[in-house]
Every structure is written in structure tokens, then in C-alpha cells.
């Protein structure tokens, strides 16, 4: 199987295979024929990025004030549309109502139950109001963060939308994840009111989130009011706090259905969201209105050929950035169908998808490698059991596909019928930036193809120039777009460290690429400390600080292991204080423990006792080596260590780390230098 090489830029046999990878997929011309993106978008943005964005700012928002300058650029700050001012929420929710389409389907949503709920664009629009009105009730004022963390339910989008209604800033918080990564969250964003619900429904089981809500407020003392939607009723055990705490069905119900959208500038913060980097605190990343709208919305609609009568599924989870883009603000500024599902892909059984593409006539398909890989090890037969012939577009995003995943996504669930659109963006990027665009691009199996209109991506050596084809280097973005990031919330200097400085006058991104003789690119991973396991980034230092936070851990290392179905695993190194046991038992423990710390996801796969760490003689860890062993190279097979000459384990690996199934191991292993005797 060929697999994307997932951290560093050396050229190992991986990439070698993967460029070597000579399928092509030219465009239908019947697609072609009725698509929304031509290639003569190349060349309209080539002339003159920054007029191409502003054409599309001026045809597709709708101004309460129009802009007087499109962009000004003061790097790495950028502002778009300078001087305008709109509503987000009255893009995406009231001007379609007013253009008629009150009764356009917004979104159907599906309980993991089986419970349904569909929701019109005018439906919408009365929601939204009722909570804008009941967040106004509640004292939060525009400006004033909120705090967002629930299953999903459609009072989700409901409740993002009303922040932008009123200009209230929101920060959503993954329902997966813990009581402290949210009290974390909330106090950087300083947020004054809690949006939660009891519970959601996954895998058969009533998900607590409102108990974890509850611990995680014992240490948030900016936090005044919570707004508690009720979804799993008497499943879990959760209590309301006398004056602080509010059901959404009394105090949201009885609110007028109408409240006038809040219009704003260009650059006001529409939304933080946190994501991993390479320390243990998360970053939040700033996102204003304008711009960040018309980046999703172009995109949207041409990498998706989004038309009135599709019905579009983007099946991640609103907590992370795919889906604030594409399943809220970039389809709902389109006028958009949207599919919303709250549950697990196996419940009740691992063809729940196709069942719901069949039922709802889903057109348009947005999905992660991870998901594809995990329904391919299902087999062939769930998928042929459906209709999936309403299916006209795949899309994939968060990691590096496989170009066998992408086939067999093509084939099995495409029909062979459907351009595949592999998108790579990131948290800060807002928008997709690396595309093909159906009925254009010829697509290559596991290649994102070439940037998007007026996206400026290179690859480049260590010094920052640019590679010759057919060569790996660094990712870097030359140009400001509509929907970057604007900043780290509070943090302007680490903003600039991050992003900005290993390369002057670049955007870095973390991510290692290749371009092949065709100028296409292959994105490679990260080449940072940051893991992306199943298409959620998480750091290696995060899950390293939770694990030293346990009592009875001395010190610990964490790098991702190539895993089959998530792309990564996380494999930790963990040395015990002098006295403590090590066994089963406490490996376990302290896989809870991460879990608590930060959520299930960041539960590591593997967790090795040792003794001691391989460290440089400047004490930093030797991941690269941590990493080989991770991955079972064969002991003493130096090639792929970035210092070849100085270590090696000096014993093997227990065998039941080797296999692909969570383990934990108690080793004697030492790191001796490979020097010594
Ligand atoms: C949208 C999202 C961003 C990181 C990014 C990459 C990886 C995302 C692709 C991809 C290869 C892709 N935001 N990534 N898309 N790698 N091909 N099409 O995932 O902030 O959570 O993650 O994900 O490493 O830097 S994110």
C-alpha cells in the first residue's frame, strides 16, 4: 500500500511510490459543460488577485456600507474591504429569505436516534433571531465573547449565527473534547456566556456534556450566564445552577422572532477557534467577518460546483474549522442544502452514510481520509447496498490521502461518475487554498492538485527558495487571502514566530510538500511537533504536558505513529518516578488520564514504559528516533535518522506494540549512544 510519508521532507521510498503514482483523471466533459468554475478563473486572478476578490466581494456579499479599500497589506497583518460593514447572519440566513426562498430547505438534520428535523431558510432565520434575542437577554452585548460547546444539534449553527447576528464573537469548543481543554479556552477568549446542551448522542450512548461543562466553569470566572439545550433528556444526570443556569426551551421560546442583524466592519472578529501548535497551549485563531465570508463562499461554490438544487453533506463535526467553513458560513452564503448528522458512521451500523445519501439524495460529499480508510476496511458490499447515484462531487480534506483510499472513494462510493476534490487548508488558512476544481483540473490520485484563483503556494528549501520540480520542501503561502487568519488572539508576537518568521515574508504552514514534473502538489504531513490523528491536530507537547502531569509519570515523549485508518496514532514514551510501578494497570490509567486532560481523541494508542529518554546533550528528546522506533524500523537500520551516528535502542520493541491494535508496553529499553561499547 502506498503511504504518504507523514513527517520530515527527506525523500524516502514512500514518496518515491506516491510520485511515482501515474493515474489521471481529466475532467468529464459533461461536467465541465455545466460547471461553475472555468479556467479562465486562473487567469482573471493571475491579472490581478487582489481585483478578483474584490469583484467577488462586490457580486456576491450583500453591504450595509460598501468597502473602500479591498485590501490593506501590512505583513504578516492583513484587512479586507476596509470601510465596509455587513452582517454575516443576514448573508447567510435573511437575504435569502428576502430573495424568496423562505422555504428553502437549510438544513435536514438527523439524530443519532433517528429523530429528524428539517430546517428552512425561513425557519432559520425565526431561530436565530429567538436566540440572538434571548443572548441580548442574557447581557451578552456585541463584542462580548461567547462560548460554544454542544453536540450536533441544529441549535448549534443556531446559536453561532446569533453571536453574528449581534456581533458577538463565539468560540466553539469540540464536544469530544475535556472540561479543562474548554475552561482553557474559555478563559483566553474571556467569554461571558456558555452555550451547552445536556448531552449528544453518540455510538448508542448519551454523551454528558453538561457535567463536564459544570467542572470545567468551577475555574472560569468570566463566565456569568449558561444557555443549556435540552437533547438527551433524563440520560444523564446533570443539574442546572440556580441563577446562572438557563433551559434554551423557556428562555429561548418565548423570544420575539425578530431581531435586526447588528451590521459591523469588515474586520470584526467573527470567531476564535483553538487549535494545537507546537507548545501546550492552543492557539486561538482570529477570524473576521468580511473576508473570512467571501473565501468560504467562492470556495464553496466552485470547489464544490455548489448549484440551488444540490443537496450537500459536509460530514465533520461544526467544532472544528471544516466545519465553521463548510457547513456554515461558506454553504449558508450560498443559500445552500445542507445535511447535518449528530452521530457515529457505525450506528447502527457502518453503512449508516449511505443510508442517508439515499434517503436525502445527497449531490455533494465532504469527507476526511480517515473516514474513507475506516469504511474501506468495512468492505465493498455496505456501500453497493445503497443508491449513491445522486452523488455528483467527493470531497476530502484534512490529511493526506492515499491515492488507494482516493480510488476506492471514487469508485465505490462515486460510482466512478464523480470528480474528487482533495483540499488542503488548515484552522488559520479559514478557506481551502490547494484544490482541484471540478470540471477542470485533471486530478491525479492523492494529489490536492494546484492553488486555488489568486493563492500564491510554493514549496521551498531550508534557505526559502524555491524547490525545483520534482522536489520536497517546506509549504509557504506568498500572498494574503480574504480568509486568513488575522492574528492569535491577544498574542501578536507569537502570531508573527509562527507563521511568519522561519521564512520572511512567507506564510509557513507547518507542512512539508512536494511539487511533481507537472507542478502538482503532494502535501507530506507535518513536519512540526504537531500529530494529526484522524484529521484532528493535536501536539505532541500538549499530551507530553498531560502526562507529566500525572503523578506518578517522571517524564514523557509522544510522536505520531503511520497508522492505517487514522493517519496517525499516538504513541507515547512515558519514564515513572523512582518507587512507582509500572503495569498494565497504570498504562491504562494514564491513557484516562490524557483523555480527561484533553479528550478522548488525545487518548495515546500506544503507551511505552521506559526508563529513560534519548535526549542531545542540550537535553532536547530525540523524537526522530522515538519516531523509528514507533514506527518498528528495524533496530539499527540508521538511515532514516536524522543523526544517524548517535543513538540506538538497546533492546527491541515488546511485540504487541508492533501490531495495529492499542497497546501497552513495559520494556527495559535504554537509549545508548551509538558510540558506546
Ligand atoms: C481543514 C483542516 C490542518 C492540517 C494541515 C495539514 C493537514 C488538511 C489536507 C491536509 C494533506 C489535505 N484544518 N491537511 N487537509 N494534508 N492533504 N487535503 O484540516 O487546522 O485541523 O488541520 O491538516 O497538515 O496543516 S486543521
Request: overall charge negative.
Amino acid at each position: 500500500m502506498t503511504e504518504v510519508q507523514r513527517s520530515g521532507t527527506g525523500s524516502g521510498p514512500e514518496i518515491e511510490n506516491l510520485l511515482a503514482e501515474s493515474r489521471a483523471f481529466p475532467p468529464d466533459p459533461a461536467f465541465a459543460a455545466q460547471a461553475n468554475a472555468t479556467a479562465e478563473l486562473y487567469e482573471e486572478a493571475a491579472a490581478d488577485p487582489v481585483a478578483f476578490w474584490e469583484r467577488r466581494a462586490r457580486e456576491k456579499l450583500t453591504w450595509t456600507r460598501p468597502f473602500e479599500r479591498t485590501l490593506e497589506w501590512d505583513l504578516p497583518f492583513a484587512k479586507w474591504f476596509v470601510g465596509g460593514q455587513l452582517n454575516v447572519a443576514y448573508d447567510c440566513v435573511d437575504r435569502h429569505v428576502e430573495a424568496g426562498l423562505g422555504d428553502k430547505v437549510a438544513y435536514h438534520w438527523i439524530g443519532e436516534p433517528g429523530d429528524r428535523r428539517t430546517l428552512t431558510f425561513a425557519d432559520l432565520q425565526r431561530e436565530v433571531s429567538k436566540a440572538a434575542n434571548a443572548l441580548r437577554e442574557l447581557g451578552v452585548q456585541t463584542g462580548d465573547r461567547v462560548a460554544i460547546y454542544m453536540p450536533m444539534i441544529p441549535e448549534l449553527p443556531i446559536a453561532m449565527l446569533a453571536c453574528a447576528r449581534i456581533g458577538a464573537p463565539h468560540t466553539v469548543v469540540f464536544g469530544g473534547f475535556s472540561a479543562e481543554a474548554l475552561a482553557g479556552r474559555i478563559n483566553d477568549a474571556q467569554a461571558k456566556l456558555l452555550i451547552t446542551a445536556d448531552g449528544g448522542w453518540r455510538r448508542g450512548k448519551a454523551v454528558d456534556l453538561k457535567s463536564a461543562a459544570d467542572e470545567a466553569l468551577r475555574d472560569t470566572p468570566t463566565i456569568e450566564r449558561v444557555l443549556v439545550v435540552r437533547r438527551v433528556g433524563g440520560a444523564v444526570a446533570s443539574s442546572m445552577a440556580a441563577g446562572r443556569d438557563v433551559w434554551w426551551h423557556e428562555l429561548v421560546e418565548r423570544q420575539p422572532p425578530e431581531c435586526l442583524p447588528v451590521p459591523v466592519d469588515s474586520e470584526h472578529l467573527l470567531y476564535l477557534l483553538y487549535t494545537s501548535g507546537t507548545t501546550a497551549k492552543p492557539k486561538g485563531i482570529v477570524h473576521t467577518s468580511a473576508g473570512y465570508l467571501l473565501g468560504t463562499s467562492v470556495t464553496h461554490e466552485m470547489i464544490f460546483d455548489a448549484k440551488p438544487d444540490d443537496v450537500y453533506w459536509c460530514a465533520a463535526d461544526i467544532g472544528w474549522v471544516t466545519g465553521h467553513s463548510y457547513i456554515v458560513y461558506g454553504p449558508l452564503a450560498n443559500g445552500t442544502t445542507g445535511v447535518l448528522y449528530e452521530g457515529a458512521p457505525d450506528t447502527p451500523d457502518w453503512d449508516r452514510w449511505w443510508q442517508i445519501v439515499e434517503e436525502l439524495g445527497v449531490t455533494i460529499l465532504y469527507t476526511a481520509p480517515t473516514a474513507i480508510r475506516a469504511f474501506m476496511k468495512q468492505g465493498d458490499a455496505l456501500p453497493a447496498k445503497h443508491d449513491l447515484s445522486s452523488l455528483r462531487v467527493l470531497g476530502s480534506v484534512g490529511e493526506p490521502i492515499n491515492p488507494e483510499a482516493w480510488l476506492w472513494y471514487q469508485r465505490n462510493i462515486g460510482g466512478g461518475r464523480c470528480p474528487v476534490v482533495d483540499t488542503w487548508w488548515q484552522t488559520e488558512t479559514g478557506m481551502i487554498l490547494i484544490t482541484p476544481l471540478p470540471g477542470v483540473t485533471t486530478t491525479k490520485p492523492g494529489s490536492a492538485t494546484s492553488p486555488f484563483p489568486g493563492i500564491d503556494a510554493d514549496v521551498v528549501d531550508g534557505e526559502g527558495r524555491p524547490v525545483p520540480l520534482g522536489e520536497g520542501g517546506y509549504l509557504v503561502l506568498r500572498r494574503p487571502w480574504p480568509a486568513m487568519l488575522r492574528g492569535i488572539y491577544g498574542d501578536p508576537d507569537r502570531y508573527r514566530e509562527t507563521y511568519w518568521s522561519r521564512f520572511p515574508g512567507m506564510y509557513f504552514a507547518g507542512d512539508g510538500a512536494r511539487r511533481d514534473e507537472d507542478g502538482y502538489f503532494w502535501l507530506l504531513g507535518r513536519v512540526d511537533d504537531v500529530m494529526n490523528v484522524a484529521g484532528h491536530r493535536i501536539s505532541t507537547i500538549e499530551v507530553e504536558s498531560a502526562l507529566v502531569g500525572h503523578p506518578s509519570v517522571a517524564e514523557a515523549a509522544v510522536v505520531g505513529k503511520t497508522d492505517p485508518v487514522s493517519g496517525q496514532a499516538i504513541f507515547a514514551f512515558v519514564t515513572i518516578r523512582v518507587g512507582v510501578e509500572s503495569a498494565d494497570a497504570l498504562g491504562r490509567e494514564l491513557r484516562e488520564h490524557v483523555g480527561r486532560a484533553i479528550g478522548p481523541i488525545a487518548r495515546p494508542k500506544y503507551l511505552l514504559f521506559t526508563p529513560d529518554l534519548p535526549k542531545t546533550r542540550s537535553g532536547k528528546i530525540v523524537r526522530r528516533l522515538l519516531r523509528d522506533v514507533a514506527e518498528g524500523a528495524p533496530l539499527g537500520d540508521t538511515t532514516t535518522l536524522a543523526d544517524p551516528a548517535s543513538w540506538r535502542p538497546s533492546a527491541p520493541v515488546p511485540p504487541e506494540l508492533r501490531k495495529n491494535e492499542p497497546a501497552i508496553g513495559l520494556s527495559r529499553i535504554g537509549w545508548m549512544r551509538r558510540s558506546d561499547p
